[in-house]
């Protein structure tokens, strides 16, 4: 049973990280996306830095606190996930 329990903990914690990642990757391509859209609107030069730098901030702190998350999972994934996959069996056996 121990067995089984770390590779379901494992499995999940797979699963989150893909998914944090990708949520990461189309972060990216969004802000890029929006940043390209609206720099042809703004005719102004300092207007424009400032929205390439405030795109830069908010890219690195939205994938460091990602990225950290993640860390802190996979540091702590047996008490977090072994906490949810005994839920998940109580509420399966109810």
Avoid: C, P, Q
Wanted: a positive charge; aromatic letters at 10%; charged letters at 20%.
């Amino acid at each position: 049973m121990a067995e089984s329990l770390a590779s379901r903990i494992d499995r999940m914690f797979a699963r989150d990280r893909i998914m944090a990642l990708l949520f990461v990757a189309l972060l990216w391509l969004v802000t890029g996306f929006v940043y390209f859209a609206v720099d042809a609107l703004v005719a102004n030069g300092g207007i424009r830095i400032a929205l390439a730098i405030a795109a830069l901030f908010l890219l690195a702190f939205n994938t460091a606190s990602i990225l950290a998350m993640i860390r802190h999972y996979r540091e702590d994934k047996e008490h977090i996930y072994g906490l949810d996959i005994r839920h998940l069996d109580e509420n399966r056996s109810r």
